[in-house]
């Protein structure tokens, strides 16, 4: 099937959720994600900033831009200046960049919290207990260019739904406790982005608010290129 209609099928399966449609573009060609944007797409995901700036340049500026994969701090300053969404926070010290990086542009950066829920050590991501001790920080209140929007995760890669359901369930939990200890009254804090191609359908029953879709949109990646 075609990229269009791809985004029309998740599109049309999202349309009675509270759930967004991040479609991942690594590794994609401008053709294929103007493709993806002619059918009414707006939100991309990107894993590599130095692949993420040159596409912002190439394409349309309505484009919502999320950068999803691992961050460097040395690389922020790059994305700055347009990034809508960094969903892969990961410590104090990324935090502290991305504040010090909008500033200079006079933005402010929305930030997903990854929080680690994978059976696997490859994955990256805060405890609960490091997300607790970043946001009762003193440095954390100094902060007023990043807005925490809410959590991020990365499942195991699994065909277990049993694990799967455990892991969506589990992040679900930790967004509640933040919501309810350090925005009670925050209506920004509301994002919890979860699940992919293969395993949507689950995140979404578990309280996904973004689902984060590549090959199912534009097919098989090809890393060669």
Same mark, same amino acid.
């Given at each position: 099937m075609s990229i269009a209609t791809n985004i029309s099928f998740f599109l049309n399966e999202l349309k009675d959720t509270n759930c967004k449609l991040i479609a991942v573009s690594k590794t994609q060609? +401008?053709?294929?994600?103007?493709?993806? /944007?002619?059918?009414?797409? %707006? *939100?991309?995901?990107?894993?590599?900033? &130095? =692949?993420?700036?040159?596409?912002?340049?190439?394409l349309p500026p309505d484009i919502e831009w999320h950068l999803i994969g691992h961050l460097q701090t040395n690389k922020v300053k790059y994305l700055a200046s347009f990034v809508h969404t960094i #969903?892969?926070?990961?410590?104090? !010290? *990324?935090? #502290?960049? $991305?504040? !010090? &990086?909008?500033? %200079?542009?006079? %933005?402010?950066?929305?930030? *997903?919290?990854? $929080? /680690?829920?994978?059976?696997?050590?490859? !994955?990256?991501?805060?405890?609960?207990? =490091?997300?607790? =001790? +970043? *946001?009762?920080?003193? /440095?954390? !209140?100094?902060?007023?260019?990043? %807005? +925490?929007?809410?959590?991020?995760?990365v499942a195991t890669n699994t065909d277990s739904e049993a694990q799967l359901q455990k892991e969506f369930r589990y992040l679900k939990s930790v967004f509640n406790e933040l919501q309810q200890k350090y925005f009670p009254d925050s209506p920004d804090f509301k994002e $919890?982005?979860?699940?992919?191609?293969?395993? /949507?359908?689950?995140? +979404?029953?578990e309280g996904s608010t973004m689902i984060r879709v590549g090959s199912s949109i534009f097919g098989a990646r090809d890393y060669s290129k």
């Open positions: 060609t +401008i053709a294929a994600i103007l493709e993806a /944007y002619a059918a009414g797409q %707006r *939100l991309f995901g990107e894993n590599k900033v &130095q =692949e993420l700036t040159a596409k912002q340049e190439a #969903q892969s926070v990961d410590s104090l !010290k *990324l935090l #502290q960049e $991305i504040d !010090k &990086q909008a500033e %200079r542009h006079e %933005r402010t950066v929305n930030c *997903l919290l990854q $929080i /680690y829920i994978a059976a696997e050590e490859s !994955k990256f991501g805060l405890t609960p207990e =490091e997300a607790h =001790e +970043i *946001l009762a920080s003193t /440095y954390f !209140k100094d902060l007023n260019h990043i %807005r +925490i929007t809410g959590v991020m995760g $919890i982005s979860m699940g992919m191609s293969s395993d /949507y359908i689950l995140a +979404i029953a």
